[in-house]
């Protein structure tokens, strides 16, 4: 599971609080903290940006980094930082987004809910269209292309919500217009303009008594 992870489980970027106006960036790897800062001077001579390395287990026992990482980033994040180095990381958040979606391709509806609302990241992929289409498409071993059009334009999840026979009869309704449309395309292009038909082009209708 730990070779799922990646090497970095967590890193931010910014700048100190005013007056401060150099930048740093915090970066929590799988066996190390990584601090380091740029210094901002108004000053002509430039400085050498900074760096600071140390295991998970001494950056626990370093009260002056976390106190910086708490001025820098907020206590938010500097106890978010202590929780991954303690080991209280989410395996499930941190696997390829394309081996998520398979796996909440064998949850129920139910679950689906119940899953959505344990995190944001959870939140916004159970609701995206991408998780929808790959449920639909493991629901049906075929998908016609009248329900692929549908889709792109209500999204995968209205369309998995909606019964086959409303899928139907909105099916049919579009094929009708997009027929209707098409023709009326081809009666604008092959009926000239009378406008352009001449006199002689139009005859004589006096001929014919």
Not at 48 to 70: I, T
Not at 123 to 140: D, I, P, V
Not at 154 to 163: I, M, R
Not at 169 to 195: A, F, G, V, Y
């Amino acid at each position: 599971m730990a070779s799922l992870m990646g090497e970095t489980l967590f890193e931010i970027s910014g700048q100190g609080p005013a007056p401060m106006k150099d930048y740093f960036h915090l970066q929590i790897a799988k066996s190390e903290v990584i601090w380091r800062w740029w210094k901002i001077s108004l000053r002509s001579e430039s400085t050498k940006p900074g760096e600071f390395r140390e295991s998970h287990s001494d950056y626990l026992e370093n009260s002056m980094l976390k106190s910086q990482v708490r001025v820098v980033f907020g206590s938010r994040i500097m106890q978010h930082t202590l929780a991954l180095c303690e080991g209280h990381f989410d395996y499930l958040e941190r696997l390829p987004r394309r081996l998520l979606l398979r796996i909440m391709t064998y949850l129920n509806l139910e679950d689906i809910a119940q899953l959505g609302q344990t995190s944001q990241a959870f939140r916004k992929l159970c609701g995206s269209n991408e998780f929808w289409e790959h449920t639909f498409r493991a629901h049906y071993n075929t998908v016609p292309a009248g329900v692929e059009m549908l889709a792109s334009e209500l999204g995968w999840k209205t369309v998995f919500f909606t019964s086959k026979l409303q899928l139907q009869k909105q099916i049919s309704r579009r094929r009708q217009m997009t027929e209707e449309e098409n023709c009326q395309d081809r009666t604008e292009h092959t009926i000239p303009s009378l406008s352009y038909i001449s006199d002689n082009d139009r005859g004589d209708c006096t001929t014919l008594e």
